[in-house]
């Protein structure tokens, strides 16, 4: 299928539209050998074409899925250590395609989203989008109303002063809902108010719950829309 140049250059990632017009127009891009012209149209499974004499490929398609994360497994590619990682868990084919989003502790389960979309993946961790990561926490100590009120408030952790943050009792778990992702930042606000974390889980990112039904270890495909 054909499709306008700039366009081309634009899905592949190598520039905004308006930026690849630029290069177009400066006479950079050619297409089988020939400079291109604004406007020329290619067919990506056919036409070579390349930007200051690099070869650019069509962009790969777009993957998203949701990992359960089970505890004692690391979120990297290998580890110094030998330790489980989660891309032990995927299947070979896609351990080299995708990256995670985010982090979990070696202790710690639950949602994680991985995917080779690099503007998902900005998006989800830059502080200035604030999208919300709910987590479900046990702890040894019963919490009372005022531990529950500082974490809400914000605490003084290693790292700084906590955002606010949304948090509520239930069934003896307690709820909290974050927009940012200091290292350790749950275990260390709950240390701060003086409750032991005994178990941690990631059941939400922005719009893509965790659900119910798939097990720690496993993944499902989703759409990019489900988590946005």
Do not use: C
């Not at 200051?52 to 398609?61: F, R």
């Not at 046990?138 to 003084?156: C, D, F, I, K």
């Amino acid at each position: 299928m054909q499709e306008r140049i700039q366009k081309f250059l634009s899905s592949a990632g190598l520039a905004s539209r308006r930026k690849a017009e630029e290069f177009i127009k400066s006479g950079q891009v050619t297409v089988n050998g020939k400079k291109a012209k604004l406007g020329d149209k290619i067919d990506p499974s056919k036409d070579s074409v390349k930007v200051y004499g690099k070869a650019v490929k069509p962009a790969e398609e777009k993957i998203y899925l949701m990992l359960n994360k089970p505890k004692g497994y690391m979120v990297s590619k290998s580890d110094p250590r030998g330790r489980k990682t989660v891309f032990s868990l995927l299947p070979e084919e896609l351990r080299n395609k995708l990256w995670n989003v985010g982090r979990l502790d070696f202790a710690t389960e639950g949602l994680l989203i991985m995917t080779n979309d690099g503007d998902l993946t900005q998006e989800l961790s830059h502080p200035k989008y604030e999208h919300e990561k709910e987590y479900e926490v046990e702890t040894y100590e019963q919490p009372n109303e005022s531990q529950l009120e500082h974490l809400r408030h914000g605490v003084e952790i290693p790292t700084g002063l906590t955002s606010e943050a949304q948090v509520k009792l239930k069934n003896n778990k307690v709820y909290i809902t974050l927009h940012e992702g200091k290292k350790r930042q749950i275990r260390r606000m709950f240390d701060a108010v003086g409750l032991s974390v005994t178990a941690l889980r990631r059941i939400r990112m922005n719009k893509l719950k965790l659900p119910p039904d798939l097990p720690p270890g496993q993944f499902r495909m989703v759409s990019k829309e489900s988590i946005l």
